[in-house]
């Protein structure tokens, strides 16, 4: 498989000093302004409008990263459930005003979860349940707007958990998501295999990929290169892939890099 475009997670400021670099190659982007319960659940209209007018050169992939904060989509209480579900349709509405065609949506899963499998068998199952169920309107909405969900890694220590979910509900508009920071830091504080073996389990499910690296002790964020990932066994196992995701760097800092650090990457997938 030959690797996608690389693209960028933004917000309105960031793409608009990135423009030209973003529209010259019609690069993927994640838009992220709308993760902040303040903005979700509050009028977006004037948001969105600006984000219509400056994408009108944009050719390339869209997508959003949904709410999150505080939704847990296993949560075991239905009304719960319900807010969360309403948060995820608000987001729809978005992607589908945007022509965003993914959305990124955040794993349940937890150390926890693998630690006490066996204490509490009943707690995976009844998390798979909930999970499930706080979808199902969800997923058919996304059919219904041409968007995918990508269910990321946050908490995850088992590769094949957030997988086996998404083989269950069995949904073409639900795809599997992996933070290569969040899959190196469970690997170097719990232990957990390291990233490739993430992208291995998601083998055949793998819609998206957020690329960050960090130096394995907190959620850094920073550029590629700039912390302890190997990035060229990475890149390895994404082209050893079948399916195609989209690549997109999520960075916390220093965004007027951005170009420097696809350079870079690109030159060890063409070294590779």
Request: proline share 6%; hydrophobic share 40%; aromatic share 8%.
């Amino acid at each position: 498989m030959t690797l996608s475009t690389f693209g960028a997670a933004v917000k309105l400021d960031v793409y608009q000093s990135l423009e030209d670099w973003i529209c010259e190659a019609d690069r993927p982007i994640e838009i992220q302004d709308f993760v902040f319960p303040e903005v979700i659940a509050g009028d977006c209209s004037d948001l969105v409008a600006k984000y219509k007018s400056v994408l009108e050169p944009h050719r390339g992939e869209r997508g959003i990263h949904g709410p999150f904060f505080g939704l847990d989509l296993s949560n075991p209480d239905r009304a719960i459930r319900a807010v969360i579900q309403e948060r995820f349709l608000k987001g729809l509405e978005i992607a589908e005003s945007l022509s965003a065609t993914h959305m990124v949506i955040h794993s349940p899963f937890t150390y926890w979860n693998v630690l006490n499998r066996h204490n509490f068998p009943e707690v995976m199952p009844s998390m798979f349940k909930a999970a499930a169920d706080c979808l199902e309107p969800v997923l058919k909405r996304a059919a219904d707007v041409g968007c995918t969900l990508m269910l990321e890694n946050i908490d995850d220590t088992d590769p094949a958990t957030r997988v086996d979910l998404v083989r269950e509900i069995g949904h073409p508009n639900l795809k599997v998501s992996i933070d290569t920071g969040h899959a190196d830091l469970a690997h170097g504080r719990y232990t957990a295999p390291p990233v490739t073996d993430f992208i291995a389990a998601a083998a055949g499910h793998l819609g998206h990929v957020h690329l960050q690296d960090l130096d394995g002790y907190a959620d850094r964020h920073w550029h590629p290169g700039e912390g302890r990932i190997s990035w060229s066994p990475l890149l390895s196992a994404l082209e050893d892939l079948e399916e195609t995701p989209r690549l997109i760097l999520e960075v916390r800092r220093h965004t007027e890099r951005l170009p420097a650090s696809v350079r870079w990457l690109e030159g060890l997938r063409q070294a590779g």
